[in-house]
Nanobody, 125 residues
Framework: QVQLVESGGGLVQAGGSLRLSCAASGRTFSRYIMSWFRQAPGKEREFVAAISWAGDSTYYADSVKGRFTISRDNAKNTVYLQMNSLQPEDTAVYYC??????????????????WGQGTQVTVSS
């Protein structure tokens, strides 16, 4: 069992930055693929970024590539999402998710076993 708790969301002006954190419980955190998804009002949940269990491979949605960076610290059971050059279209609730035994990564929410409660990110223009 893994419990995920996100933090770091908030209100920021366009062009600004935020760093999200996702703290995980459980002794096997390092064996999980970790990802960030987001969901804007009236839209489906969408993939943002993923990182391999060792942290040596990362994957990004085209919409955030070059602006967002995902990283993890397995010693702290934490995954991060550094978000730079934020735009109003980045406004959403951001969720971290964990998948065990996944090869590579998946952009599909159904592939993930555990989810956090979400943290709101609002970007004003």
């Amino acid at each position: 069992q893994v419990q995920l708790v996100e933090s770091g969301g908030g209100l920021v002006q366009a062009g600004g930055s935020l760093r999200l954190s996702c703290a995980a419980s459980g002794r096997t955190f390092s064996r999980y693929i970790m990802s960030w998804f987001r969901q804007a009002p009236g839209k489906e949940r969408e993939f943002v970024a993923a990182i391999s269990w060792a942290g040596d491979s990362t994957y990004y949605a085209d919409s955030v590539k070059g602006r967002f960076t995902i990283s993890r610290d397995n010693a702290k059971n934490t995954v991060y999402l550094q978000m730079n050059s934020l735009q109003p279209e980045d406004t959403a609730v951001y969720y971290c998710a964990a998948a065990y035994g996944l090869m590579g990564y998946s952009a599909y929410a159904t592939a993930y076993d555990y989810w956090g409660q979400g943290t709101q990110v609002t970007v004003s223009s």
